[in-house]
């Protein structure tokens, strides 16, 4: 997914379980996205930013911001 810089990115959870939205470099943390729930989080400065859900690690996404 790419945003722009100042852009944000909302994840919700449509799962029947709970999630997060976990950066890789500790930029944010959601902590538990329930099922039907959702988090923001808006992006001040360019670059990759990688992210998976801390309950399921396989779960994995990247954010470009342009």
């Not at 852009?7 to 799962?15: E, K």
């Amino acid at each position: 997914m790419s945003v722009a810089v100042g852009g944000s990115v909302t994840w919700v959870n449509n799962d029947n379980v709970t999630h997060t939205s976990t950066a890789n470099n500790a930029s944010w943390n959601s902590g538990s996205i329930a099922p039907g729930s959702q988090f923001t989080t808006t992006f001040a400065t360019a670059g990759s930013y990688t992210y998976h859900c801390a309950i399921h690690p396989g779960m994995v996404g990247t954010i470009n911001v342009q």
